[in-house]
C-alpha cells in the first residue's frame, strides 16, 4: 500500500518506484541517530583485476533468519534486528505487501564512499526479488543503466527518508550504482531490505 505521493519511474523492462517522503523528517533523524549508533558496522576487503582494497562504504547485516548473504566475494552473517530497524522494516513490509527476512546497512561516511555498478541477482534472493530500500541523512545520487541497450538510463537524488522499491525482472535488465562526489556531502544509511533463502 504505496503513499499517495509514490510514483513509478518508467523504465524499459523494469518496475522501480519511488516514494520521496516515506518517513516524515523528524522520523528519518531519529531512525538516523539510532542507526548510526546502534548498528555494528564493519569495513570488508574487496578484490577487483587482482588487487585488494577496503570496501569505500561500511555495512552491517541483520535478519530474522541465520541466511548468510553473499556477494562480490564477501559473504555476511546477520546479527538480529534490534527495535528501530524492526520498526521500520514493519513500515516498509506494509508499504510493499512483501515480508522482508534481511536488511543489509550502507553508510556512506562522505562523497567518496560508494558502491559501484552492480545488480542484485544473488541466488538466494530468488528470481525476481523485491529490493526496497531506504535514505537516511545526506542525499545522494542513484543511477541506473540497462544492461544490454545502453541509451537507457536513469539518475535519481535518493532523499532523507524516502523509500526506492526495484522488483519484478528489474535485475535481470539493469545495474545500478551509487557513484562517488566531489562535493561536500554528509553521512548517509542506506537500509536495503530483502528477502534471503537459505540455500541448500
Request: charged share 25%.
Amino acid at each position: 500500500m504505496y503513499k499517495k505521493d509514490t510514483y513509478r519511474i518508467p523504465l524499459k523492462d523494469a518496475d522501480v518506484c519511488y516514494c520521496p517522503g516515506f518517513f516524515p523528517e523528524a522520523d528519518a533523524l531519529r531512525y538516523y541517530d539510532a542507526i548510526l549508533n546502534a548498528a555494528r558496522w564493519q569495513q570488508d576487503y574487496i578484490t577487483l583485476f587482482g588487487k585488494t582494497h577496503p570496501q569505500p562504504r561500511l555495512t552491517a547485516l541483520y535478519a530474522d533468519n541465520e541466511a548468510p548473504y553473499s556477494y562480490s566475494g564477501i559473504t555476511m552473517h546477520p546479527l538480529p534486528f534490534f527495535p528501530e530497524l524492526e520498526e521500520i522494516k514493519q513500515k516498509v513490509e506494509q508499504a510493499c505487501e512483501t515480508h522482508f527476512t534481511s536488511c543489509l546497512l550502507n553508510l556512506y561516511r562522505h562523497g567518496k564512499d560508494s558502491n559501484g555498478w552492480h545488480a542484485d541477482n544473488e541466488p538466494e534472493l530468488g528470481t525476481n526479488p523485491v529490493i526496497a530500500s531506504v535514505s537516511l541523512g545526506a542525499e545522494r545520487y542513484f543511477h541506473l543503466k540497462h544492461k544490454k541497450e545502453k541509451q537507457y538510463k536513469h539518475k535519481l537524488l535518493l532523499e532523507n527518508g524516502s523509500l526506492l522499491i526495484m522488483q519484478g525482472k528489474t535485475q535481470h535488465h539493469w545495474l545500478h550504482q551509487i557513484p562517488k562526489t566531489a562535493r561536500e556531502t554528509g553521512r548517509r544509511i542506506n537500509m536495503t531490505f530483502r528477502n534471503i533463502k537459505k540455500q541448500p
